[in-house]
Nanobody
Framework: QVQIVESGGGLVQPGGSLRLSCGGS????????MGWYRQAAGKERELVAV???????NYADSVKGRFTISGDIGKKTVFLQMSSLRPEDTAVYYC???????????????WGQGTQVTVSS
């Protein structure tokens, strides 16, 4: 069974920085991507940043130049370095692993429980 665990959220002042960590456990046959999503109160979950198995990355326009995703997909580990944080970055941040648990299985998403990031003075 695949489990995803995030850590590193908290309260930070505008302009500050935080680093989120995500680790996965369990057997995975193939991982296509790992990334971070967020959901603010009253809004839908949205992509923040993702790293693909080939090493490519993709960022939401709202975080480009401020957030950096890194990690080792083979080790099921991904990080999100967040800088120049703004109040609008306040949300629950979820780690996502997209992959297959066996050769014949279909691709699916695995999610962590989420970690709260609050940007406020």
């Amino acid at each position: 069974q695949v489990q995803i665990v995030e850590s590193g959220g908290g309260l930070v002042q505008p302009g500050g920085s935080l680093r989120l960590s995500c680790g996965g456990s369990g057997s995975i046959f193939a991982i296509s991507a790992m990334g971070w999503y967020r959901q603010a109160a009253g809004k839908e979950r949205e992509l923040v940043a993702v790293v693909m198995s080939g090493g490519g990355t993709n960022y939401a326009d709202s975080v480009k130049g401020r957030f950096t995703i890194s990690g080792d997909i083979g080790k099921k580990t991904v990080f999100l370095q967040m800088s120049s944080l703004r109040p609008e970055d306040t949300a629950v941040y979820y780690c996502n692993l997209r992959g297959r648990i066996s050769f014949i299985a279909t691709q699916r998403d695995f999610w962590g429980q989420g970690t709260q990031v609050t940007v406020s003075s």
